[in-house]
Nanobody, 126 residues
Framework: QIQLVESVGGSVEAGGSLRLSCAAS????????MAWVRQLPGKRREAVAQ?????????KYGDFAEGRFTISQDTSKNTVFLQMNSLKPEDSAMYFC??????????????????WGQGIQVTVSP
C-alpha cells in the first residue's frame, strides 16, 4: 500500500504560480509511476502529469499543462512536486496525487492509478 498526502494548494490570481507537494509513504517501489490528476467540477478526472519513479523519465503532460506545469520528484524524501506557472481560472480544480504499480498507464489520457491522495483544492481567480 502507498499513502499519499498532498499539500500547498490554495488560491492565486490568474498568472500566478503554485507548487503542489505530494508526500508518499508505505511500500514505495522504484517501478512505481507517480502522477498528478485533476478533477474540475462536474467533470471526469484528467491526467495532468506523470513521472516514472525509477528513472525520473517517461514524463508526460496534458496538453493544457504543457509549457506551464513541471512535475519533479525527490526520491530521497518520497515526494513528488507539481510546479504550476501562468495559472488560469480554468485550472481551478481538485488536484490529486496518484501512484501506480509497475510503470505508467498505457494511455496517459486514462488515469488508471492504484493509489490516490485525498486531493487538494486549487482556485485561480480572474
Amino acid at each position: 500500500q502507498i499513502q499519499l498526502v498532498e499539500s500547498v494548494g490554495g488560491s492565486v490570481e490568474a498568472g500566478g504560480s503554485l507548487r503542489l507537494s505530494c508526500a508518499a509513504s508505505g511500500t514505495i517501489r522504484p517501478t512505481d509511476c507517480m502522477a498528478w490528476v485533476r478533477q474540475l467540477p462536474g467533470k471526469r478526472r484528467e491526467a495532468v502529469a506523470q513521472i516514472y519513479r525509477q528513472t525520473g523519465g517517461d514524463i508526460k503532460y496534458g496538453d493544457f499543462a504543457e509549457g506551464r506545469f513541471t512535475i519533479s520528484q525527490d526520491t530521497s524524501k518520497n515526494t513528488v512536486f507539481l510546479q504550476m506557472n501562468s495559472l488560469k481560472p480554468e485550472d481551478s480544480a481538485m488536484y490529486f496525487c496518484a501512484a501506480r504499480r509497475y510503470g505508467c498507464p498505457w494511455s496517459f489520457a486514462d488515469p488508471t492509478y492504484n493509489f490516490w491522495g485525498q486531493g487538494i483544492q486549487v482556485t485561480v481567480s480572474p
